[in-house]
Nanobody
Framework: QVQLVESGGGLAQAGGSLRLSCVAS????????MAWYRQVPGKQRELVAGANSRGRSNYADDVQGRFAISIDTTKNSAFLQMNSLNPEDTAVYYC???????????????WGQGTQVTVSA
């Protein structure tokens, strides 16, 4: 089993910055991918940014150039630096990870509990 602990959410003003952190622990042989999703009430959860262990990353169009994802596979951690925040970024942000728990196994997918980000105008 793998547990994800997120931190760094909170309140920011428009134009401000926040940095989210996610640490995975438990039965982990290696990390395949880590990603951040977000969800607002009444809408589907959407991908914000993702990165893999080979250094590739991708972003949602509306955060490109403002957000930056980084992962540290040696510490089973992911970070999301969010700059130039606007009220539309208000959501619960979830960490997601694909973990290879034992050599030769396929990755398993896990979600964090979510952290609230609120951006005031």
């Amino acid at each position: 089993q793998v547990q994800l602990v997120e931190s760094g959410g909170g309140l920011a003003q428009a134009g401000g910055s926040l940095r989210l952190s996610c640490v995975a622990s438990g039965t982990i042989f290696s990390i395949d991918t880590m990603a951040w999703y977000r969800q607002v009430p009444g809408k589907q959860r959407e991908l914000v940014a993702g990165a893999n262990s080979r250094g590739r990353s991708n972003y949602a169009d509306d955060v490109q150039g403002r957000f930056a994802i980084s992962i540290d596979t040696t510490k089973n951690s992911a970070f999301l630096q969010m700059n130039s925040l606007n009220p539309e970024d208000t959501a619960v942000y979830y960490c997601n990870v694909n973990v290879i728990q034992r050599p030769g196994e396929y990755p398993f997918n896990y979600w964090g509990q979510g952290t609230q980000v609120t951006v005031s105008a």
